[in-house]
């Protein structure tokens, strides 16, 4: 007997929107999204502690943490997030603008093709990639 998630893929694109790869790996949903609340929710799950403290020793390596540096290793955890869940999607994997940005057009888009950069040094190609703008 088909479950309703099976019966919703037939008629459906199922999205993850979620930072769990368990939950991801269990739904195999078509595409996954990232956004802050999401990344927060999955970092307090402890399943990226190694990741956070090995980004964390890079940027102390340099000194002191900046603001800088501080922006700098929440971008490359949520590219390296989303790159965990795309294992796991053979679609696209989203990720959110911060919306603090989104009344700032150049700040977005400069944000925007900074986590579109990360994704790309990690070996995702551009057509997986879907960065989302924060809208008010």
Not at 130 to 136: D, F, G, P, S
Request: aromatic share 4%.
């Amino acid at each position: 007997m088909p479950t309703w998630l099976s019966q919703l893929k037939q008629h459906s694109t199922v999205v993850a929107d979620t930072g769990d790869v368990q939950a991801v790996r269990r739904f195999a949903p078509q595409d996954a999204t990232t956004n802050p609340s999401l990344v927060l929710k999955a970092m307090q799950s402890g399943h990226y502690d190694t990741l956070l403290n090995d980004l964390c020793t890079t940027a102390m390596a340099t000194g002191l943490p900046t603001p800088k540096a501080i922006e700098d290793v929440c971008d490359r955890l949520v590219v390296a997030i989303g790159c965990s869940l795309m294992r796991y999607v053979p679609g696209r994997i989203s990720s959110e603008v911060d919306a603090r940005l989104s009344f700032d057009t150049q700040a977005s888009m400069m944000k925007a093709r900074r986590l579109t950069a990360l994704y790309e040094a990690a070996g995702v190609s551009r057509d997986r990639i879907l960065i989302k703008l924060a809208a008010t």
